[in-house]
């Protein structure tokens, strides 16, 4: 956290993308901060610049311009060592391709982040089998990605990205490969995940998703040209969002 209070916060943020006369602007002068908490949902047109502005809050792609700090800390000045160990403590990615790894289990895709982070074998074991639980998923635990249906493997992704307890979730489209009971039991999660206070930043296309969060930020060409607060027009700490084990 800084002074503000904001979990994230870019100054000035541009990113431009190739050479010469193909040079795109895909982020153009952009100023965010997200406070603790905040479960931030951002929309825009195919081509406007979203995953690239999370891909810069995450530390996975560097400003051409900009400050991006994280809880306090300067992160795109950072060598890419530093980049990389503050990656695996402080951001949990989700894909929309889920990006997990084949060969590993389900329990063993989640214990990977708390491995590389230096806990224990037994400490990673007893966190990815907590995690899964929360995602409903204690019943697949030893299945293979490819025996999971598509909304269970978000849901390894999600407990995967919970697994260092980082100051920020990052979600590039998490429901878009996903039918709409699949996408349900995302958005529980989600829900689940804002009423415990973590920090959300959901990239994505879908209204439903959208609806459900604290803040709605609109893009185009690179810009914010809409940032609405949802606050108050959903009730939080929703009970019995649980309950999705299958
Ligand atoms: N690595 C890259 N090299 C060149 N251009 C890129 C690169 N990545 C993104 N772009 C361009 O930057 C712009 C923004 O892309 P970005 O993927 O951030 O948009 P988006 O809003 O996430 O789109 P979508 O909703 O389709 O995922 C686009 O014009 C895209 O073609």
Redesign the pocket.
């Known amino acids: 956290m800084n002074e503000s209070g904001a979990v994230v916060r870019v100054r000035d943020l541009v990113?431009e993308?190739?050479q010469g006369e193909?040079r795109?602007r895909?982020?153009d002068e952009v100023g965010l901060e997200v406070p603790e908490g905040q479960m931030l949902a951002v929309m825009?047109?195919?081509?406007?610049?979203?995953?690239?502005?999370?891909?810069m809050l995450g530390g996975l792609e560097r400003p051409t311009r900009g400050e991006v700090w994280l809880a306090g800390q300067r992160i795109d000045t950072l060598s890419e060592r530093a980049l990389a160990r503050m990656r695996r403590r402080s951001v949990g990615f989700v894909f929309q391709a889920f990006h997990l790894v084949e060969e590993l289990s389900a329990t063993e895709n989640v214990e990977l982040p708390a491995l590389l982070a230096g806990r224990s074998p037994r400490q990673a074991r007893r966190c990815a089998s907590a995690l899964l639980e929360r995602v409903g998923l204690t019943a697949r635990a030893r299945h293979l990605p490819s025996e999971l249906s598509g909304g269970q493997r978000q849901r390894v992704a999600i407990a995967r990205a919970l697994a260092n307890q980082p100051l920020v979730v990052l979600a590039?489209?998490p429901t878009g490969n996903l039918d709409s009971a699949a996408t349900l039991d995302i958005l529980r999660i989600f829900e689940e995940l804002r009423s415990a206070g973590q920090t959300l930043v959901i990239?994505t296309?879908d209204e439903r998703v959208a609806a459900n969060a604290d803040r709605l930020i609109s893009?185009r060409d690179?810009m914010f040209v809409d940032d609405t607060s949802l606050a108050g027009s959903h009730p939080r700490g929703l009970g019995g969002l649980i309950g999705l084990e299958g």
């Open positions: 990113k993308h190739g193909s795109v895909a982020v825009g047109p195919s081509g406007c610049g979203k995953s690239t502005l999370l891909h590039d489209e990239v296309h893009m690179g």
